[in-house]
């Protein structure tokens, strides 16, 4: 297993960005990435529009999981509407 980190953009409104956060946990859970570590960055003006926001709310998840099942991820966050945008980063040892 490798350690990413992964950082999410959700909307700023607390409906939209607890489904969002619930939707990303459960679907890492559903490959089998282990959470190591989660940081509620805040609430960040973004460096242009995205689907009409100006604002997004910034968590950081430091995570263990196989590099297959990243591509599986990336599927799964790509069809999820609840996110502004994300990225995975490797971690190198």
């Known amino acids: 297993m490798r350690q ?5 953009i ?4 607390e409906d939209q ?12 859970a559903a490959q089998g990435a282990e959470i190591v570590k ?9 460096a242009y529009e995205i689907k009409k926001k100006r604002r997004g709310r910034y968590v950081l998840f430091t995570l ?3 590099p297959q099942k990243i591509a599986n991820l990336d599927r799964a966050f790509k069809l999820n509407v609840k996110l502004l945008r994300y990225l995975f980063v490797k971690i190198e040892e």
């Open 64 to 66: 263990k999981a196989d």
């Open 10 to 13: 959700f909307p700023l409104e």
């Open 17 to 28: 960005y607890q489904a969002g956060r619930a939707a990303v946990l459960a679907d890492l």
């Open 38 to 46: 989660v940081d509620e960055t805040g609430d960040r003006d973004l």
């Open 4 to 8: 990413y980190e992964l950082t999410v």
